[in-house]
């Protein structure tokens, strides 16, 4: 591993994904890059185009399964200068590396309403707003009032929420964009009410969710009418483990690494749950989890 930095941010060669995924899986990225400020990032996009290099932009990686296998781009990070929240009389506008939980944390302590229910999402603001992060009936997406984004042309747009097509774990079209910040608008409410929902939903994670290993949260999207977890369960699979991947007995949706677990072991697991699921009732399950470098 060799490291640079320099007024552009910072540079890591030969970085292993697996210290930044929160599965703790993942190949070796022939670079990882932290620009310390737009105008670096702008400068390595128009190399990259330049030279045709691939480029993958990550938030918190709480949502993607890394191959292991060598990835011959550049991971970039966009915490160098987008680890960020303001007040505003209306909401928040927060960058997108800033932890969502951060945010949710902040809005709450200004008798914000309108984020509590998504405590405790391990993400960043730029990977919830592409994924539509939600729970308990709440999604980022219904907060949303605008999104500045950048084109890996590099220019800069703003995208109005109608512009954007928020449905169950899906934000079309923002993957194809760079995500720089949003405005978050929010509603007036009782602190003490909304910090009881945070503490609540909070112990709720901590009870039903495997938090002591390294995962990727759901696996598998919830499938209209039911839940994956309760069919993973029904199939008899709580438990069931390929190599160092395990379906977690605590929440049967849940993949957990028991330590050593490759991304094979863990998209083998997905598919022999994929397949009893589907023998034992019909459903064929959707991955939530992006695939990366496969
Ligand atoms: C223990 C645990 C519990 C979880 N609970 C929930 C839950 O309750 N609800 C839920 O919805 N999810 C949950 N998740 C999944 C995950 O935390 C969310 O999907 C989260 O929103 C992903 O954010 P991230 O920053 O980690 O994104 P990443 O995993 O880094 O990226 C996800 C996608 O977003 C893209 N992306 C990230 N940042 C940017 C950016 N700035 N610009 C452009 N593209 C970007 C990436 O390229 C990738 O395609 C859980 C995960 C874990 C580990």
Redesign the pocket.
């Known amino acids: 591993m060799m490291k640079t930095t320099g007024p552009d941010g910072l540079l890591i060669r030969n970085f292993s994904i697996k210290r930044i995924s929160?599965?703790r899986i993942g190949g070796i990225a022939r670079s990882y890059y932290i620009p310390g400020d737009i105008s670096g990032l702008l400068r390595f996009l128009k190399q990259a185009r330049e030279t045709n290099s691939d480029y993958?932009?990550?938030?918190?990686?709480?949502?993607?399964l890394f191959n292991d296998r060598m990835y011959k781009g550049t991971l970039i990070s966009?915490k160098g200068f987008?680890n960020y929240i303001q007040l505003e009389k209306d909401g928040v506008t927060a960058g997108?590396?800033l932890?969502?939980d951060t945010a949710v944390d902040l809005c709450i302590g200004n008798s914000f309403k309108g984020l509590e229910k998504?405590s405790?999402?391990?993400?960043?603001?730029?990977?919830?707003?592409?994924?539509?992060?939600?729970?308990?009936g709440s999604?980022?997406g219904d907060c949303v009032e605008w999104v500045k984004?950048l084109t890996h042309l590099g220019r800069f747009r703003t995208l109005l929420k109608k512009e954007i097509n928020f449905t169950y774990?899906k934000a079309e079209p923002?993957?194809k964009?760079?995500?720089?910040e949003a405005k978050l608008r929010l509603k007036k409410g009782q602190k003490k009410d909304l910090l009881k929902i945070r503490r609540d939903i909070l112990k709720k994670?901590q009870k039903n969710?495997?938090?002591e290993y390294?995962?990727?949260?759901?696996i598998f999207k919830r499938p209209e009418n039911n839940f994956a977890g309760t069919l993973i369960e029904k199939a008899g699979l709580k438990g069931f483990r390929i190599g160092g991947a395990e379906v977690s007995r605590k929440h049967a949706n849940?993949i957990i690494n028991r330590g050593k677990a490759s991304a094979r072991d863990v998209s083998q697991l997905m598919d022999v749950i994929r397949g009893e699921v589907h023998k034992m009732s019909g459903i064929i399950l959707e991955p939530?989890?992006?695939f990366?470098n496969f």
């Open positions: 929160s599965f993958y932009i990550v938030g918190n990686a709480s949502n993607i966009l987008t997108a590396s932890a969502l998504l405790g999402i391990p993400g960043s603001i730029g990977g919830a707003l592409v994924m539509n992060a939600g729970a308990f999604e980022i984004v774990r923002l993957e964009y760079i995500i720089l994670r969710q495997p938090l390294p995962s990727c949260g759901s849940f939530e989890i992006k990366f």
